[in-house]
């Protein structure tokens, strides 16, 4: 991880706005809320107007208590009364990850952009964008400690929610991490608790989730002789197993760590036609290339995408380039 600079142009948006909107992606995980309210508490402690915006869905355990801290829209009062207010889209890669509704309030308005994902498309006039960077909660508390020495209790608390999502809680760091921990290491020293973190992430699952994942795990596919695998979640599942919890995590961890394994897919269908493709890599295969393709972004390992078609005509297009990657690989 390269040492992380903050733009003076960044320093310059947050003091010269007296009012902002905090924007973050679709489907928000723990990285997504954790960065965006640790950002609002900062900004609000230093006299500023501050609201945050998420579309949803909250249905991943962890940030399910924080769903109540946003509005999917900004409200017409809001936006009267302040004409001039910024915006800062946190976590998100592309201007259209945000929503539709939100895209069109703010379209006119400043943005900043807080991220650390490499692909996508660039928008906004100030930009802090840092693919060497595993979190954008990393970000974030570097942006508080830069301006305000320390963050607070509640602060530290969020952002390490934010961190530990975005490296598996540490796993999936490399040599040359010593910057993260000693991050994380404040954070703890300031009331983030590593034990309390992890159960928030990990339990609170339901039976009817467990035997929904093991519904996940019958219907992945196996190609290349187990190079690579598929898997879905069509619409119904949620009426047979009377659930709406992300549990595609574990399903990404016990597929990854099957022997051979380079890459999966998870396909699922969130509205009749429209599907949701999360990637995976093990190591070698940069997914981020291929959620480009279909519009989507996000890091080498881990990256998305969202498409208007069903999930047969999406399953072919991804296997097929998922069998071009492997095959590109172990031809190199």
Request: net charge negative.
């Amino acid at each position: 991880m390269q040492s992380l600079v903050i733009p003076d142009e960044l320093r310059r948006f947050f003091r010269s706005h007296r009012a902002f909107f905090i924007l973050s992606h679709l489907e928000p995980d723990g990285d997504c809320v954790g960065s965006a309210l640790a950002l609002r508490s900062f900004l609000r402690r230093t006299g500023k107007v501050a609201e945050t915006y998420n579309v949803g869905p909250f249905d991943r355990t962890e940030i399910r208590p924080y769903r109540d801290e946003f509005q999917p829209a900004i409200p017409a009062d809001m936006l009267r009364e302040y004409p001039d207010a910024a915006v800062v889209v946190v976590d998100s890669s592309s201007f259209d990850r945000i929503g539709e509704e939100l895209q069109n309030q703010v379209r006119q308005l400043p943005i900043a952009v807080i991220d650390h994902h490499a692909a996508g498309h660039p928008f906004g006039s100030v930009r802090m964008i840092d693919p060497s960077i595993p979190a954008t909660s990393l970000m974030v508390q570097r942006i508080i400690e830069d301006a305000a020495g320390e963050v607070t209790p509640d602060e530290a608390k969020l952002l390490f929610l934010g961190l530990i999502t975005d490296t598996g809680f540490f796993r999936f760091l490399e040599a040359g991490s010593g910057e993260v921990f000693s991050a994380a290491g404040r954070l703890v020293t300031k009331g983030a608790s590593p034990r309390k973190t992890f159960r928030s992430v990990s339990h609170g699952r339901s039976l009817q989730s467990r035997k929904h994942l093991g519904r996940l795990l019958e219907r992945a596919e196996s190609y290349m002789d187990g190079r690579f695998f598929v898997s879905h979640a069509p619409l119904s599942d949620e009426q047979e197993f009377g659930v709406n919890q992300r549990d595609s995590d574990s399903l990404y961890s016990l597929l990854l760590s099957i022997e051979g394994c380079e890459a999966i897919a998870f396909l699922r269908e969130i509205e009749p036609g429209i599907t949701v493709g999360s990637l995976r890599s093990a190591e070698h295969i940069d997914v981020s290339r291929i959620a480009l393709q279909f519009g989507g972004g996000g890091h080498p390992r881990a990256a998305g995408f969202k498409l208007d078609q069903p999930i047969p005509e999406v399953k072919q297009q991804v296997v097929e380039l998922l069998r071009a990657a492997c095959t590109d690989h172990h031809r190199d």
